[in-house]
Nanobody, 128 residues
Framework: QVVLVESGGGLVQAGGSLRLSCAAS????????LGWFRQAPGKEREFVAAISWSGAGTRYADSVKGRFTISRDIAKNTVYLQMNSLKFEDTAVYYC?????????????????????WGQGTQVTVSS
């Protein structure tokens, strides 16, 4: 069982920055790939970024490349999403997720159905 709790969301002006955190509890967390997803009103949940178990491997959605950075602190059981140069279209509820499949722990997946555990989400609102 893995429990994920996101924090750090809020209201920010376009061009600003936010850092989201996701604290995890549960066995073997450090061996899982982790991902961030987001869902805007009326839209499907979409992939944002993912990171391998070691932190060495990352992948990003094209829409956030160069603006967002995913990282993890294994000792703190926490994954972060640093979001810079925020745009109005980044407004969404952001979710972190854990993929317990060890075969994907090195090359993290972008597909939401492959993630087993999800946090409750944190709202990010970017004003234009």
């Amino acid at each position: 069982q893995v429990v994920l709790v996101e924090s750090g969301g809020g209201l920010v002006q376009a061009g600003g920055s936010l850092r989201l955190s996701c604290a995890a509890s549960g066995r073997a967390f450090s061996t899982y790939a982790l991902g961030w997803f987001r869902q805007a009103p009326g839209k499907e949940r979409e992939f944002v970024a993912a990171i391998s178990w070691s932190g060495a491997g990352t992948r990003y959605a094209d829409s956030v490349k160069g603006r967002f950075t995913i990282s993890r602190d294994i000792a703190k059981n926490t994954v972060y999403l640093q979001m810079n140069s925020l745009k109005f279209e980044d407004t969404a509820v952001y979710y972190c997720a854990a993929d317990t499949n060890v075969l994907r722990s090195i090359n993290p997946a972008a597909a939401a159905p492959l993630y087993d555990y999800w946090g409750q989400g944190t709202q990010v609102t970017v004003s234009s």
